[in-house]
C-alpha cells in the first residue's frame, strides 16, 4: 500500500470516528426502559389503556411505598447482581409480610406508610452495571459546604438562604420526590391533551410535563424543578429536563452535595400492569459526576388513592428554631469571651446520633430537626440512599 494509501486510509477513519462522537454540548441518550418490576422474569402481556384522545393511560395516584429495602445503591458485595438471589427475595418478602401485620396493628402517624409487596432488585440505580453512584468530580468536590446537609449538617446557619430547599419547605427537587422516604410518597399524575401532570404529596410540588412539541425555555431561565418537555415514545412517556438551578441535590430529600446547573434529566415513564408504572430517570450532570447514571423502580397505587395536606411551611419550626439556637450560641460565646473563656463554637449537631446519617437502611429513621408537615412531623435521615 502506498504512503498516500494509507494517508487516505487514515484520514477516513479518522473522520468516521469523529462523526461517532456526540455534537458538541450534546450527550448520550438515555438508556432504555430497564423493566425491574417483573423481578428478572418474563414480560407479562399487557394492553396498556388510553385517554379518550387516544395517549397511554398513566393516570392514578401511584406510590415509591413498595420499593422499602431497595438501597439506592447497591451493597459493593452483590457486585453486577441487579436482582436478589431466591434466598434473599424470599428474606425480603418475609420482611415486608411482617411489616404488614406490624402495620395493621400500629397506632401512631406513620402507620398507612409501609410496603405491601416486594421487588427482587437489590439496588435503585440500574447503570453502571454495579449499581453504584458515579465518583463526584474535582470540580464537585470544591463545591461541598457543611451546609449540603441542610438539618443534618452543623451549618452555619446565617440566613434562611443557608439551609437546603427541603428544610425551607420549598421542593425535595425531581430525583427526591420520588424516592421512598418514611411518609408522604404519594405521585398523582394525570393527563390532558397536549399534557402531562405529576403532583408529589411531599411539599406538595406539581410539574408540567408538555408533550406537544413546544421548545425548552431559553436557557437564561432558570427554575428549581427546570424546565421539562415530554413526547411518547410509543406506550413510553420520555421526559427531558433542562434549565436546572443549583440549588438542589440528588438525594432523598435535596440533602447532601448540590448538582450543578448543567444538570439534565431524562425520565420514562411506563404502565407495565394494572397496577405498575415502571419509572425510570438518568442523571447527566457532567460538571458534577464523572459520568451518568440511571435509577429505574416500579410505582404501585396508592392506598387511598388521594394525596394527604403537607403543610411544610405551616409548621416548619427548624428554620426558625435552628437560626434561633445559632444567635443564642453567639450571644454565649460573646459573654463567655467577656468572662475571658475562649472555647470553640458548639456544634449544631450535638448529640445528634441522626447527623451523619443515622437511623435505618433506606431513609426509614427520623431526625428530630426537619420541616414539620405532611402525616407528620419530623423528615427521615439520609440513610444509605444519600451521597
Not at 401485620?101 to 398507612?112: H, K, P, V
Amino acid at each position: 500500500m502506498t504512503i498516500r494509501a494509507l494517508i487516505s486510509l487514515g484520514f477516513a477513519i479518522t473522520i468516521a470516528a469523529v462523526a461517532s462522537l456526540p455534537l458538541s454540548g450534546q450527550t448520550a441518550p438515555a438508556p432504555p426502559l430497564v423493566v425491574t418490576a417483573y423481578n428478572a422474569g418474563p414480560a407479562t402481556p399487557y394492553t396498556m389503556p388510553r385517554t379518550p384522545w387516544g395517549d397511554p393511560d398513566l393516570q392514578g395516584v401511584w406510590s415509591s411505598d413498595d420499593t422499602s429495602g431497595i438501597p439506592m445503591q447497591r451493597p459493593a458485595n452483590l457486585g453486577n447482581e441487579l436482582y436478589q438471589s431466591d434466598e434473599q427475595w424470599a428474606a425480603r418478602q418475609k420482611q415486608t409480610q411482617q411489616g404488614i401485620q406490624n402495620a395493621l396493628s400500629a397506632i401512631g402517624t406513620f402507620r398507612g406508610d409501609y410496603a405491601r409487596r416486594s421487588f427482587r432488585q437489590t439496588s435503585l440505580i440500574v447503570d453502571p452495571a454495579d449499581g453504584r453512584t458515579p465518583a463526584f468530580t474535582p470540580a464537585a468536590e470544591k463545591r461541598r459546604a457543611p451546609r449540603d446537609r441542610g438539618t443534618f449538617g452543623d451549618g452555619p446557619f446565617n440566613t434562611p438562604e443557608d439551609f437546603t430547599m427541603y428544610d425551607r419547605c420549598i421542593t425535595r427537587g425531581i430525583v427526591g420526590s420520588v424516592l421512598r422516604v418514611v411518609y408522604g410518597n404519594g405521585n398523582r399524575i394525570t393527563q390532558a391533551p397536549g399534557m402531562v401532570a405529576i403532583s408529589y404529596e411531599m411539599i406538595h410540588d406539581t410539574r408540567v410535563l408538555y408533550t406537544d412539541g413546544r421548545a425548552h425555555l431559553s436557557p437564561s431561565i432558570r427554575q428549581l424543578l427546570g424546565d421539562s418537555r415530554a413526547r411518547w415514545n410509543g406506550d413510553e412517556l420520555v421526559v427531558e429536563t433542562t434549565n436546572l438551578t443549583d440549588k438542589t441535590s440528588i438525594g432523598l430529600n435535596g440533602n447532601g452535595l448540590r448538582h450543578s446547573d448543567q444538570m439534565k434529566i431524562t425520565e420514562r415513564f411506563k404502565r407495565v400492569a394494572a397496577d405498575i408504572i415502571q419509572y425510570q430517570m438518568t442523571i447527566d450532570d457532567p460538571v458534577t459526576y464523572a459520568r451518568p447514571f440511571t435509577l429505574s423502580l416500579p410505582l404501585t397505587p396508592l392506598e387511598g388513592n388521594i394525596l394527604l395536606p403537607y403543610d411544610c411551611h405551616e409548621g416548619n419550626l427548624a428554620l426558625m428554631q435552628s437560626l434561633s439556637a445559632e444567635r443564642a450560641e453567639d450571644r454565649a460565646l460573646e459573654a463567655d469571651l467577656k468572662r475571658g473563656v475562649v472555647r470553640p463554637r458548639r456544634p449544631v449537631q450535638d448529640g445528634n446520633p441522626q447527623a451523619n446519617g443515622g437511623g435505618r437502611a433506606g431513609g426509614a429513621g427520623a431526625a428530630p430537626a426537619a420541616p414539620a408537615g405532611g402525616r407528620a412531623g419530623g423528615a427521615p435521615a439520609e440513610g444509605d440512599q444519600e451521597r
